[in-house]
């Protein structure tokens, strides 16, 4: 691993992001990972929280995805 990219950690739009392209592209796993360390992060933007209802939603985990989506309401 490259010495530069050590300690540097995603932001919110970085983390939406790549949450849109893993909702594109079907890969549920990798989107639950990155559910996960936005989690660790303290992640709660809206713009985390509508890419999750919809990586979600795109990879057929249609409970997941309401679930966090009534939340957002909260």
Known sequence: MDRKWVGLLPNSKTTASVLSSCAQSGNLNLGRSIHGLGIK???????????LVEMYAKCRMISDSRYIFERISD
């Open 41 to 51: 992060l303290g992640l709660k933007e809206s713009t985390v929280r509508n890419a």
